[in-house]
């Protein structure tokens, strides 16, 4: 017996596969910042978007009144003067160091407190 082609399977057609989309925190930053000065709703703003408002929402909490920290590289100071020891350590100070202090503390290394 052949398949009657009039009846319809009762195998459902394959939906097509929606890939969740992955922000990066800079691109969900932004976003904050973009709805934040447009003026449009937290529902509008994502329905126009195309950003899930639920996961829009979460990034906001995540981030409010948390500082962004960003790494600065502070150069070295220049050393000024670098004393070494009898025992042949190395004491180097900056440009901005008191003589007077640094000679204090060469004179305390000698003296034993024991």
């Known amino acids: 017996m052949e398949p009657d082609s009039n009846v319809l399977s009762a195998v459902p057609a394959a939906a097509p596969i929606r890939r969740r989309r992955v ?37 906001c909490r995540k981030f409010s009144g948390k500082p962004t920290f960003v790494e ?14 009898v025992s042949g350590d190395r004491i180097a100070t900056s440009s901005d160091c008191d003589p007077l202090w640094l000679a204090k503390f060469v004179r305390s290394l000698g003296t034993s407190s024991c």
């Open 72 to 85: 600065v590289p502070v150069p070295m100071p220049s050393v000024a003067v670098e004393v070494v020891l």
């Open 23 to 59: 922000y990066k925190e800079s691109e969900k930053r932004s976003a904050i910042a973009r709805q934040a000065s447009s003026g449009k709703s937290v529902a509008r703003f994502c329905h126009d978007e195309g950003i899930v408002e639920s996961s829009f929402r979460k990034w």
